[in-house]
């Protein structure tokens, strides 16, 4: 079956420190990657997404993800935390054959300072 | 502002009281969602539509009523509301395969 999975459930980094949340999605037809955030009692805001081409993308607030279709995986990263950064993470994909959104279950991220 | 909004944005309500959710959006697309977020169960499907007068089921209908007579509207009505529909509820639209959420709807049934 189609499927995200977020190995860690909850992480906690240090203000400053960097930060790698990950993504593994199962094979199938050509996956669309997204990263979205959700602030407590927010929507969900999209941080970036990756379709084709070159395989790091850039996103908002200085995230980037890497795709690696070998490893099914497209990782998030930032080089340095901010303590505004503290919010849940979802890791999405479409698969290009049938067009549903599959969401992972989540990375909450804390920040300490 | 463009984009996607909701309301309302909090709502309380007792069992077996007919609710309804209002999405609206501003780009004009052509797709739009409902999913509800629960803890442990991460966003679930619930309905979705891809054009006025077009909605297909997601992955938990049950008790939902999806209407679309118009493209930027895509109310939610919950018929009789029941304790296990207290959730967060998430509209969106979709831009080619990227889907756009609006702020969401925290509902409780008492």
């Known amino acids: 079956a189609q499927s995200v999975t977020q190995p860690d459930i909850h992480i906690t980094v240090s203000e400053g420190a960097s930060l790698e949340l990950r993504c593994n999605y199962s094979?199938?037809?050509?996956?669309?990657l997204f990263w979205y955030v959700q602030s407590p009692g927010q929507g969900l805001q999209l941080l970036l997404k990756y379709f084709s081409g070159d395989t790091l993308v850039q996103g908002i607030k200085g995230f980037e993800a890497e795709f690696k279709r070998s490893q099914s995986s497209f990782n998030l990263r930032k080089p340095s935390v901010h303590w505004s950064d503290a919010a849940e993470y979802f890791c999405a994909v479409v698969y290009s054959n049938t067009g549903k959104l599959i969401f992972g279950q989540g990375t909450t991220l804390q920040v300490k300072p | 502002d463009a984009g996607i909004t909701q309301s309302p944005r909090y709502k309380i309500t007792e069992t077996g009281r007919q609710v309804t959710l209002m999405c609206h959006q501003t780009w004009s697309h052509s797709y739009m969602f409902w999913y509800r977020q629960d803890l442990g169960h991460g966003l679930r499907l619930i309905y979705y539509s891809a054009a006025a007068d077009i909605t297909d089921k997601g992955e938990v209908p049950d008790g939902y009523v999806v209407s679309r007579s118009k493209t930027e509207n895509f109310p939610l009505t919950l018929e009789s509301a029941t304790r296990s529909q207290t959730s967060v509820y998430f509209c969106?639209?979709?831009?080619?395969?990227?889907?756009?959420f609006g702020p969401g709807t925290r509902l409780l049934v008492l």
């Open positions: 094979y199938g037809a050509t996956p669309y």
């Open positions: 969106a639209s979709k831009e080619a395969e990227t889907q756009y």
